[in-house]
Structures are given as structure tokens and as C-alpha cells.
């Protein structure tokens, strides 16, 4: 089933020279309640020409109820997207919640001049994130220098105390070198 699949999406790959992709990614590898992240949005327009009135929706993604958008909007409306080019829309976002979430791929709208139609698509697939409480990730990814600090406090005394009292007793009772007996 897999195989039919590729193959049918190379085929309309090969077949369709006249497309527009939308990616979606994530430019922040951990999510951290109450701390920003930041999501990318690409729509590639590798059509002959120009389209119209495109509308790039995101809301279903990032609800208000758990989420605070810092910068950007899920909502982006573009009058032109010229053949041939790009456009870049980054949001930041800052998650209220903990907890594994689902991305919803990106819905994207526009007016299709050579169909005279409007055009639905989505973007890359969504996937699962995780949401870290902030003790949780200090837990896990968090600098071990307070360890190693508490260690050193613990064994510091012990080994200086160790060192200077055989500093003493070598000094105290010194040993001679062995004579060696000649035959």
C-alpha cells in the first residue's frame, strides 16, 4: 500500500509542473510552558504564474485556551503571491500548558487564475510535541554544575584533610632508603 503511494505521488509529481507547497516547522526544539517558541511557515508558489487572495489559517493548531501568540498571526492574508517565489510568515508562540500536543497541518486558501477556482490545501503534516514544565526541563537539560559543586564541597574537606595529615607523618617519620648488601 505504502509502494502505491510513492509511486502515486511521484506521478503527480512528475505530471503536475504547476504547484504550491505550504511547510510548516518548528525552529524551537523544546517547548517550555510560559516560555516562547517559534513556528515557520513557507509557501512556495511553483506555478507559471501568479496567485491571488491567499488566505494561510493556523488557528486550529494553537488555540487561545492554551496557547498565547507573542508575535504574528495565525490568520495571514497575502493579495499576490508572484510565479516562481516565496513567502515567509513566522509566528511565536508561548504554550500556557504541559503536556503532549497535536500540530494541525496549516490550511491555506487562493485563487486559482488558470481554474478560475479557489484552491484548498494544507501544509506538511502536524505531529506530536511535547510541552515541558520549566522544573521538568531544568530537571533533564539544566547545566550539572550544582552537583558538581555540592560534590566538590563534600570530598573537598575530606581529601585537603587526608593530604595534610600524610604531609605530616611523612615528615615526622621519615624512612631511609635500604642499603643494599653486597655479596
Known amino acids: 500500500m505504502l509502494r502505491f503511494f510513492v509511486f502515486a505521488a511521484l506521478f503527480l509529481a512528475v ?18 510552558q510560559n516560555s516562547p517558541f517559534t513556528v515557520e511557515y513557507v509557501i512556495y508558489n511553483k506555478k507559471s504564474q501568479d496567485i491571488t487572495n491567499v488566505e ?28 516562481g517565489s516565496n513567502v515567509t510568515h513566522a509566528i511565536v508562540v508561548v504554550p500556557k500548558i504541559t503536556g503532549e ?27 506530536k510535541f511535547y510541552i515541558y514544565h520549566p522544573s521538568s526541563y531544568q530537571r533533564l537539560f539544566a547545566s550539572r554544575l550544582e552537583t558538581f559543586a555540592v560534590f566538590a564541597m563534600i570530598c573537598g574537606p575530606i ?13 615526622r617519620y621519615e624512612i631511609a ?6 655479596n
Open 15 to 32: 505530471s503536475a509542473s504547476d504547484f504550491v507547497l505550504v511547510s510548516k516547522s518548528f525552529n524551537t526544539v523544546y517547548a517550555i
Open 56 to 83: 494561510l489559517n493556523d488557528q486550529q493548531s494553537f488555540p487561545t485556551n492554551k496557547f498565547d501568540i507573542g508575535n504574528g498571526n495565525l490568520k495571514v492574508v497575502y493579495n499576490r503571491i508572484p510565479a
Open 101 to 127: 500536543q497535536h500540530s494541525l497541518p496549516a490550511n491555506l486558501t487562493y485563487f486559482d487564475a488558470s481554474r478560475g477556482e479557489h484552491v484548498r490545501g494544507q501544509s506538511n503534516s502536524g505531529h
Open 159 to 171: 581529601t585537603i584533610l587526608s593530604l595534610f595529615f600524610y604531609t605530616i607523618s611523612a615528615t
Open 177 to 182: 632508603p635500604k642499603k643494599q648488601v653486597k
